[in-house]
């Protein structure tokens, strides 16, 4: 990549804080959310000013949230310590997106995956500002109406999944022919030393999976905190997508298979269950950490213990199960190299924004 151009998209001073950012792409309202915009490119300020002004029912997954801006003042009053601990976090996330970025994109590009984790907007943030001169023959597929709108108010052309399907020539021969996607970018809740993931927080793991499975790479962003030795050590539990009629069989499988309390998610103060853009049920299942996949002699499905890909292929033979919030196996490049029937939606790398401003990759 051009050394400028990654030095431009990693230094281009654009600050957005988010009191409540993961709203944006759950099923109830983004209370206090607010984007602090610093930037000197107009049409993006203006764009994001209008992000999301409308309204969804509160049990939608992808439901959208209020936003509202403001300017910081010379003289503003003394931040408090959660208000400064946010704005360490935004700050972190931020410096990973930049950096995936400049380390990542190139204007020879075609097809750009955006995902629906709530760090993702600094990556769309990062890629707007580059204009319409590099991005202007780019189009970019959405994991949600989330991060649709995301992409849409930074100005960028959205293509959905089923007609970049349509407009790509099918070949079933041809090797990477199943990859039409250039790069694919977004977060996680918990990212292992092995690069397997837990996503699906925001209730939109399905349409990630279906867009990584698309791609030729995942690039993961995150702040520190979501980077730990083993899944399932901060994050509490694996999120499943599960027909509404079906959703307590499956919650009943789940306790057989060790998961403790397994709960259908419901949102907002009514307690709704949520309801995913494919209009199906959630159920997060608690489990012991998972081991590394390198650990496999030490699983033991009695106790609970499985690997991420031991706990994936099984909860995805459970009648009823849509999908699984679990992004292990091979990535991208190795499936490229095997076949069109295995799947690839493990990041090939990943950025992790520290509260010292530092970004640290893995992969």
Not at 63 to 69: K, V
Not at 201 to 212: D, I, N, P, R
Not at 339 to 344: A, R
Request: net charge neutral.
């Amino acid at each position: 990549m051009n050394p400028l151009f990654r030095r431009v998209v990693a230094s281009t001073s654009v600050r957005i804080s988010v009191t409540n950012p993961r709203a944006v792409f759950r099923g109830y309202p983004a209370f206090g959310a607010v984007f602090v915009l610093l930037s000197h490119n107009r049409q993006f300020r203006a764009n994001i000013t209008s992000y999301l002004s409308f309204d969804r029912p509160a049990a939608s997954a992808a439901g959208a949230a209020a936003f509202s801006t403001t300017t910081t003042p010379h003289n503003k009053e003394k931040e408090t310590p959660m208000a400064s601990t946010t704005n360490l976090i935004e700050s972190a996330k931020r410096a990973a997106c930049r950096q995936a970025v400049a380390d990542n994109f190139s204007p020879d590009f075609t097809y750009v995956g955006i995902g629906s984790g709530s760090t993702v907007a600094y990556v769309v943030e990062a890629i707007g500002e580059l204009g319409p001169a590099v991005t202007g023959k780019m189009k970019f597929i959405p994991t949600g109406s989330g991060s649709t709108a995301l992409i849409r108010n930074a100005g960028l052309s959205v293509l959905q999944v089923p007609d970049l399907l349509l407009e790509v020539e099918f070949h079933p021969e041809t090797p990477g022919n199943h990859q039409p996607i250039d790069i694919y970018f977004d977060g996680a809740d918990e990212v292992d030393v092995e690069l397997n993931c837990i996503k699906g927080g925001g209730a939109c793991h399905f349409q990630e999976k279906l867009v990584s499975r698309l791609s030729k790479r995942f690039i993961c962003v995150a702040d520190s905190r979501k980077k730990v030795d083993r899944l399932l050590t901060s994050w509490a539990y694996v999120p499943i997508e599960v027909s509404p009629m079906g959703a307590e069989y499956v919650r009943r499988e789940l306790v057989r298979l060790g998961s403790t309390d397994p709960k259908i998610r419901t949102s907002g103060p009514t307690f709704i269950r949520t309801i995913t853009d494919n209009h199906n049920h959630l159920i997060d299942a608690p489990f012991p950490t998972l081991l590394l996949n390198s650990e496999s002699e030490k699983m033991d499905p009695a106790k609970g213990l499985w690997t991420p890909d031991a706990l994936l292929a099984r909860i995805k033979k459970i009648f009823g199960v849509l999908e699984v919030g679990i992004f292990s196996g091979l990535n991208g490049p190795q499936v490229a190299e095997l076949g069109t029937d295995i799947e690839g939606v493990k990041p090939v790398k990943a950025y992790f924004g520290r509260p010292d401003g530092q970004v640290e990759t893995l992969g």
